[in-house]
């Protein structure tokens, strides 16, 4: 408030010098000289007082106001004016603009001394930082949504496209299609809700690796983000509805150090540029030769404790993210089987491909450092704003 | 499959260290999940008992002298009951250290110096209940002295090794032994199948009436003394988690751990008829399995049967009437091969799955069966048993087929060339004949190897020997493809959208119990048929979801103190097929939809509903227009329906006060819902130049009646041609409007294109303005003027 009535001052005070602006010189007798003198004089001294006792711009704006301003001890004294004789007045006008000229000066003078001292006792002033603000009115994606969309980004980075399938699938595409006919052992550990004799809820996303192939021609590189379902009690390391990543690569020369390449890349994009990656044996029906995917602990850097027991040497406690093993499985992968090309119109001569599949919870509870999957379908409040 | 490292290391020579073997071991592709450490034990030899004689001042201890080899002895007093002079015994000796931390030191026992300890299993960490009572008994044949840790590696881990479903042959100590041997480079020590031939089955007769038995072995062994088992065989199985009950019966079960051949003993004499048939079940069919449940049996099983009825549950559990028992005086053994399909249906069908059964569903080789018989013949000689021939029906084992790798086919899977000689040096330490004669080499999988068929099964299995490692990272140039991401690229910026507004996204469950939709039709609403899971494990998972509502309110009222509350979910949701004479099974249906939940705060509604239509106006590129409408969850007076362009695409609307006192929830609380595939593609928005003359600001207050439309008004005034912007900012109802009436103030930007507007321009638009809402809507002006 103190320098915009400062600044308000400022403008009248030019207001006032335009005003005066073609004012003739003037005689005067020397009698009414002396006493308009006098006069002046005391006025200028009561000024000089106001001004002096002015601590801010408002009590200067008072003064102005007071002395200079329309009503103000000025304009009395320039009516006075008119009781003068005619030949005095021009004199008398004169010594009076000589003595608003001084006072208006003075007025600038003691302006810029209150503003000075404003801005000085501002920048004294303090505000507590910590103290918060209105709460930001900012949401958060699910740590799920979160990894599909890192996925989706690198994959989408070297061209591959995101597809989207359905969650209640046919069992010839959940099985058969993927070389898992029935009671096949392999259908261990993919145990299925059933809607219908033919109709499961998929227990991963690979079945919409044969809905893409058998709708568009190779070559072909799909990822696909969504959720799977198992026939589990939800437990720390299980939920029935979960949420995997499946990728796929078919077309002519296509081999396994592409898969190794694109896994490699996607791991240290999630887990961090240093991130190593192991590929061992396994077996996966719609896949041969079939590989584990092991990354190598970023919590721990493969070493299976963690830095900071590793300063107080106490070698004994294992790092919480890969058990003490230093890496940690992070799915499957493989070279798509030959049956499975057969079965969607490739010809497996022509063409080859590779296929993984990984969970994305269980990617986030690896960068998160999280123990029990189901948080993830707690939505407690803050759990998402917290790891986004 | 437990793994104790002592058992494997009888076929092969292993690193000292158990970390190289579980090392190995992962990468040959079979991963150790859990590695079992054993307590450090010392200081136990083999003993024999030279006197017995009882301690002079105590009735319950008795006194021992033992020979301990080199010529020294141990006096030792023990509390015993199973001690005899003669008997071979493990001695703990001073500075022994035992399981549970306990150390033998010397102490007088009522007067004599003890010079030791004789033990049971469970001091060395065996399973107690599982050995004698009191004292282990060894056999004499162990030399006295024997360090008795050393000679049954009682201290080496025991592995719980992962074992793929396609690899049954490594489903044993002995398969998982030659892996090692290969990938080591060092021999394999196959145990011995030796027997004496004394006779022949020709007494027993076999009749296959099941296409799915594909081989029958049987050979009968006689003389055989029921009695405890050798200690190593005990304590072998013991460690691989295996009771120990009588040496025939932990013979059956030795082979199959061993070799990975299930077997089955007949007691002879109480096979009726001795004429086995092996026949599918009949349904209804009653039999009592060794385990002594009566079960019940329909067409999925196979049994074998003797002239009396069922008794074997074949490739699952054998049957109590033919039980080997102490006054077993004959066994026939049974080694045979399965379909593995039809095992594995049968086990699920009679919920009992067994060591024999995990194994049999895996489909074994046929050439297995008589190994493994003849292991446990030459097994049940050991134990005095007299041999007879073996008999065979069924199927002859054949080899493999032989596989032909043409030139290329190892680079184009694996991406780099694995030389001849290379491959010929793996394939043959796995026990593939390779022919490199032809054109092409030429592989033959050895007889366990019935998983490797085509040329891309023995390429994993070059690659699984010369290591994954050896791959080369190389990342790949995709081709342009027809398929694109518009899909998932929908349903990522819908989200993000939601989340910068301030919403929090939630997961959750898609199937649900009957008591959400129930709740739901209990308040009134209406809502499809939720698609029924057939086979849940419990009822919390029986139905599927029909809304993302139900867990959004249950969400909004568990977190009662976090207000305002805004969250969504952006998921499928499903409704039962509905029966339709034109198909013929009519299909589930399955949408995406996205809700979202608005509770506490100012005008939860309204907050809600600028949201969703900026969420709209952002990935549709168009304003949506919003209209009265009515959906099941929301109130029906208070909902809107929303439309991009003539397409429905959501609603959004005050929760259903039936519901909101249901889930008790404020009845304040707003709920949206997208139908994320009726959404427009994001259309362009053409660009509106600025006039670059001043705009008018002029407020507009008018009395209508209680239903019109802010909307419709907002309609009526942007049909006058100067307006650029209409905007309801006030209403009100009350007495001074009157009954059935309200007050609705807009603000009306008005401006031209071609000139700065005068007063009297102006007021001519805002007259015609008035006049168009008078006759539209009844309305009557209030008050006027520019803003305040
Ligand atoms: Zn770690």
Not at chain 2, 377 to 400: D, I, N, R, W, Y
Not at chain 2, 442 to 464: F, G, K, M, S
Not at chain 2, 489 to 514: K, V
Request: contains cysteine.
């Amino acid at each position: 408030m103190p320098p915009e009535r400062g600044s308000n001052t400022r403008k009248k005070l030019q207001n006032a010098r335009s005003s005066r602006i073609g004012r003739s010189h003037l005689h005067m007798t020397t009698t009414g000289m002396t006493e308009l003198e006098a006069t002046l004089a005391a006025l200028s001294a009561r000024f000089d007082e106001a001004v002096a006792n002015a601590s801010d711009a408002r009590a200067l704006d008072d003064a102005r106001v007071a002395f200079l301003g329309r009503s103000g001890e000025v304009t009395a004294v320039r009516r006075a004016i008119g009781a003068l004789p005619p030949a005095e007045r021009p004199t008398a006008g004169k010594l009076i603009n000589a003595a608003v000229e001084t006072l208006e000066a003075r007025l600038a003078q003691a302006l810029a001394r209150v503003e000075d001292a404003a801005l000085a006792r501002s920048l004294e002033d303090t505000i507590d930082v910590t103290f918060p603000g209105p709460p930001a009115s900012l949401g958060a994606l699910h740590p799920v949504r979160r990894v599909a969309i890192d996925v989706a980004r690198y994959f989408t980075r070297h061209g591959f496209a995101v597809v989207l399938g359905p969650e209640i699938e046919t069992d010839a595409n959940n099985f058969d299609a993927l070389n898992i006919p029935p009671d096949h052992p392999a259908r261990e550990g993919l145990d299925s809700f059933y809607l219908r004799p033919d109709l499961v809820l998929r227990t991963h996303t690979s079945p919409m690796q044969v809905r893409a192939m058998r709708t568009h021609p190779a070559p072909i590189a799909i990822i696909v983000p969504g959720k799977a379902y198992r026939r589990d009690a939800n437990d720390a390391r299980h939920l029935f509805m979960f949420h995997q990543v499946e990728g796929l690569m078919v077309g002519p020369g296509i081999h396994f150090g592409h898969l190794k390449g694109m896994l490699v890349g996607m791991c240290r994009e999630l887990f961090g540029a240093s991130t190593d990656v192991r590929f061992r044996p396994s077996f996966f029906p719609f896949t041969e030769p079939s590989a584990e995917i092991d990354v190598k602990c970023p919590a721990c850097a493969g070493l299976g404790v963690t830095a900071v027991l590793r300063q107080a040497q106490d070698d004994n406690v294992q790092c919480r993210t890969c058990g003490g093993s230093g890496w940690f499985e992070l799915g499957g992968s493989g070279m798509v089987h030959p049956s499975v090309l057969r079965g969607v119109g490739y010809d497996p001569a022509v063409v080859t491909g590779w296929a993984f599949g990984c969970g994305l919870e269980r990617v986030a509870m690896k960068q998160h450092d999280m123990n029990d999957i189901r948080a993830f379908i707690e939505n407690a409040p803050g759990f998402a704003e917290g790891l986004a | 499959m437990r793994v104790p490292l002592a058992w494997l290391r009888d076929y092969v020579d292993l690193p000292q260290s158990p970390d190289e073997t579980v090392a190995r071991l992962a990468t040959l592709g079979f991963p150790v999940d859990d590695v079992e450490t054993r307590p450090a034990l010392t200081n136990v030899v083999v003993g024999r008992i030279a006197t017995l004689e009882p301690h002079p001042n105590a009735d319950r201890l008795q006194l021992c002298t033992l020979d301990v080899g080199a010529g020294a002895t141990l006096l030792i007093a023990t509390a015993a009951t199973n001690v005899a002079a003669g008997q071979t015994v493990p001695v703990a000796r001073i500075g022994a250290q035992l399981a549970g931390g306990l150390t033998i030191a010397p102490r007088k026992m009522r007067g004599i110096d003890s010079q030791g300890m004789l033990i049971s299993a469970e001091e060395v960490a065996l399973p107690g209940a599982w050995f004698e009572d009191g004292i282990m008994q060894l056999e004499p044949t162990i030399t006295v002295g024997t360090d008795f840790i050393a000679h049954f590696r009682l201290t080496e881990p025991v592995l719980e090794v992962d074992v793929t479903p396609n690899r049954p042959d490594a489903l044993s100590i002995v398969g998982l032994a030659r892996e090692l041997a290969a990938s080591f480079g060092v021999p394999l020590r196959e145990p011995s199948s030796q027997v004496q031939y004394d006779g022949d089955t020709e007494d027993a007769r076999v009749t296959i009436e099941t296409l799915d038995c594909k081989r029958f072995v049987f050979q009968r062994v006689s003389g055989v003394r029921i009695r405890p088992a050798p200690a190593w065989m005990r304590v072998r199985l013991a460690l691989a988690g295996q009771r120990p009950l009588n040496n025939v019966v932990d013979i059956s079960n030795f082979a199959m751990l061993e070799l990975g051949q299930p077997l089955h003993f007949f007691d002879w004499d109480h096979v009726a008829g001795k004429h086995l048939i092996v026949r599918d079940a009949k349904d209804g069919e009653r039999f009592t399995t060794l385990d002594g449940q009566e079960r019940t049996l329909d067409e999925r099983a196979i049994v074998t049967a003797d002239e009396a009825g069922p008794t074997s549950l074949a490739g699952i559990m054998g049957g109590q009437r033919s039980e080997v028992g102490d006054a077993t005086a004959e066994v026939l053994i049974e080694a045979a091969t399965w379909t593995g399909p039809r095992i594995r249906r049968a086990s699920i069908a009679l919920k009992l799955r067994t060591e024999a059964s995990t194994r049999f569903e895996k489909s074994l080789p046929l050439a297995l069966a008589d190994i493994g018989a003849a292991r446990a013949a030459h097994l049940l000689e050991q134990e005095g048993g007299s041999v007879a021939m073996p008999h065979a029906t069924g199927k002859p084992a054949s080899a493999p087929g032989w596989v032909g790798l043409t030139p290329g086919v190892v680079r184009g899977l694996l991406g780099f060339d694995v030389p001849d000689d290379e491959t010929e040096r793996v394939l043959v330490s796995l026990g593939f004949a390779v022919d490199r004669t032809g054109p092409e080499l030429r592989v033959q999988p050895p007889y366990w190897r019935n998983d490797v068929l085509i040329p891309a099964d023995v390429v994993e299995e070059i690659a699984r020997m010369v290591g994954y490692d050896r791959v080369r990272a190389e990342v790949p140039a995709v081709q342009p493809q027809a398929i694109d991401s518009a899909e998932f690229d929908r349903e990522t910026e819908l989200a993000t959208i939601c989340a910068g507004l301030g919403y929090t996204e939630a997961i959750s469950l898609s199937l649900q119990p009957g008591g959400v939709a129930e709740r739901w039709r209990a308040s009134g609403i209406e809502i499809p048929t939720p698609p029924e899971i057939l086979n849940p494990l419990s009822e919390d998972q029986r139905w599927m979801r029909f809304s993302l509502a139900p867990a959004l309110l249950e969400f909004a009222a568990r977190d009662r103190a976090a207000r305002p509350y805004r969250v969504f979910e952006l998921g499928h949701v499903f409704a039962a097929a509905e029966h339709d004479a034109c198909q013929a099974a009519p299909e589930p249906r399955e949408t995406v939809e996205l809700t979202a939940l608005h509770a506490g705060g100012e005008s939860a509604f309204g907050r809600l509903k600028s949201d969703v239509l900026a969420l709209l106006r952002r990935v549709t590129g168009r304003e949506a227009h919003v209209e009265r409408g009515t959906y099941p969850s929301l109130h029906p007076g208070k909902t809107a329906a929303l439309r991009a362009g003539e397409t429905l695409v959501g609603y959004v609307g005050v929760v259903d006060p039936r519901l909101a006192k249901a889930y008790d929830v404020a009845d304040t609380t707003a709920l949206a819902t997208l139908f994320v595939a009726a959404l427009p593609r994001y259309r362009m928005p053409p660009y509106v130049e600025p006039s670059k003359f001043p705009p008018v600001d002029r407020d507009l207050a008018v009395v209508v009646p209680l239903e019109a439309l802010a909307g419709d008004l907002v309609d009526a005034v942007r049909s006058e041609p100067l307006v650029r912007r209409a905007t309801p900012f006030d209403q009100y109802r009350g007495p001074q409007v009157g009954a059935g009436k309200k007050s609705l103030a807009l603000r009306i930007v008005l401006q031209s294109y071609t000139a700065t507007l005068t007063d009297e321009e102006a007021d001519a638009a805002m007259a015609r303005i008035v006049a168009t809402l008078r006759e539209r809507f009844g309305a009557e002006p209030r008050a006027a003027g520019g803003p305040s």
